[in-house]
Structure formats: C-alpha cells, structure tokens
C-alpha cells in the first residue's frame, strides 16, 4: 500500500493547479514547521511576489537559525523583507510592523505576506487602534506585580469586556492588558472600540491558512529542532547569553529559553532538547487554535 501523500506535496500540488489571482496579495498563515515559507517562495517564484514576514521572531537579528529564517539562497531567488532587522535594543510591536508593511504594500502590491503570528495578519485585516507607549515605570510595576502577586492578582483588576478578548490564562496579555489600563485609564477593550480603518481587509486579499495532520508536524518539529542544533543554534543562545532577560520580546524565541538554561548549567542537553520540543508543540497548538478560531473565513490550505 503506498503512503498517504506529504501534506506539504499536496499543498503546493494544489497552489500549481489553482494559483491565487497573481494581482491580489496572498496572505499566508500556518502553525511553526508547517513549510510555510517554502510554499511562499514557491508562490513568489511562481508569480513574480516578494515574500514579506509576519512573524514576531523572525523579525530579530540574533535568531536566525532558532526562528528558521529563510536563508541566504531564497533569498537570492525572490526578496525577502522585514526578516532578521530588529536588534534586541528596538522597540518593536504589532504597530511597529504595520508601519513597515505600510510602504512596502505600496512598491509592491501583490506579495506574499507569511508567517505565524496570528495578532500580526489580525490587525492587518482588520486594523490596530494606536495605544501610546507605557511608560517604563509602569512596565516595571507591572513586572513586581506579576512575580509578587501573580497572575489571578492581576487579572482580576481587569475589566469585563477586557478578560473577554485576551487569553486569561496567557501572563504576557494580561499583564499587557493591565499596564494600558494602569497607563491610560482606560481598558483594552476601550481601545480596541476605536480602531481606524484596516490597512489590507480581509475581502482584498487571498488568506491561506495551512493545517496540516498534527502528527505529522510534531514529527516535523522534532527533525527540524534537531537540525537547527546542527546549524548553530546552540551559539545563537550563546551570543545572547550576556544580555538575557528572559520576558523581554526576542527571548520569546522557542527554544530559546531552554538553551539558555542548558548554558547556565540548569538542565543536562537532552533536558533542554526534549523540553524545548516539547514547547515548540505546545506553541503549535496555540497557533492551531487561534487559525481554528480566528481565521474562520480563511480558505484551508491541506
């Protein structure tokens, strides 16, 4: 009996035999190691696109085995932007992004614009409401408050209409949620009232999501860590080794964490290999959840 085809096969078979209209931009959504980025190269080679990131971690320049950035040859077959250019110093948000996608929508009308970060393709199309910064001061009581109170603590000071459009259980949402409420005096869920116009709806693009068999991308996810180890992701860890806060927003790198602790002498290299796979299912999970439950109108890309 011959094997099921590979999911990744299937997908790019399907994108050759129904390609998206090659005027519209193509937004593409998968879990980590789904072979998103491939099927975006393949897409822009095809149809003359640049390939454009949505990805929170692929955005910083320390990690660029950890988070699988494209390399330098897809590179040099199809431009690639917002890859590998924020150091850990910027200040960098889902804001931040939308600002430096801005431009690049107008050079190029019809990329590809990939990744896994649901928040990011989010706002892209349906818009993000402008909360000032949080002064530094509030971020740092709001820091004492969830290592001293915990997060129940502070998620109780939270408004109704809040806690309903965060994950409750998620320490970096509430706590995000807290701090624009602390610095504001008013909830997120105010805020988000207020949003302006998208800046790419949903109706002008194509939206792809990918949702492949669950074993077969845990399998996957443990194959490519293993290979990210052998291409140095254990000296991308080291590097940052000096200048490590673990809650600061380059840290959030899967992985990442645990290879640190491995360096610190907190856990043996099969400790931090088998848990830092372990966390990459966990974040697929997430993301599978959020595509499931947010990108309900997203055609599914199997």
């Given at each position: ?238 590097a940052v080794l000096p200048h490590w806060q673990p809650r600061a927003p380059w ?52």
């Amino acid at each position: 009996m011959a094997d099921s085809p590979d999911p990744l096969t299937q997908a790019l078979a399907r994108l050759h035999d129904a390609p998206p209209d090659p005027a519209r931009p193509v937004l593409l959504a998968g879990p980590t190691a789904s072979g998103k980025s491939a099927l975006a190269l393949a897409l822009a080679e095809a149809q003359g696109r640049v390939v454009v990131n949505a990805d929170a971690l692929q955005v910083y320049d320390m990690w660029r085995v950890l988070s699988a950035r494209p390399d330098a040859q897809d590179c040099a077959r199809v431009p690639h932007f917002l890859y590998g250019m924020v150091g850990r110093d910027t200040p960098w948000s889902v804001g931040h992004w939308l600002r430096a996608l801005e431009p690049l929508l107008a050079q190029h009308p019809n990329p590809v614009i990939v990744g896994g970060t649901g928040l990011y393709f989010r706002a892209l199309t349906e818009g993000l409401v402008e909360i000032p910064p949080i002064p530094a001061v509030i971020r740092t009581e709001a820091d004492a408050r969830m290592a001293t109170q915990g997060l129940a603590a502070m998620r109780a000071e939270l408004d109704a209409d809040t806690l309903a459009r965060i994950d409750p259980q998620n320490p970096a949402r509430v706590q995000r949620a807290w701090e624009v409420l602390r610095a504001t005096g008013r909830g997120l869920a105010e805020w988000h009232a207020a949003t302006p116009p998208p800046l790419l709806p949903r109706h002008a693009a194509t939206a792809l999501v990918l949702r492949p068999p669950v074993n077969w991308l845990n399998d996957r996810i443990a194959a490519r860590f293993d290979a990210m180890l052998a291409q140095g992701a254990i000296e991308e860890a080291r590097a940052v080794l000096p200048h490590w806060q673990p809650r600061a927003p380059w840290a959030r790198a899967i992985g990442a964490a645990e290879l640190v602790a491995h360096l610190q002498g907190h856990i043996s290299w099969d400790e931090a290999r088998d848990t830092a796979t372990l966390a990459t299912r966990q974040y697929a999970k997430r993301q599978r959840t959020w595509f499931r439950n947010r990108m309900t109108d997203w055609d599914d890309l199997r």
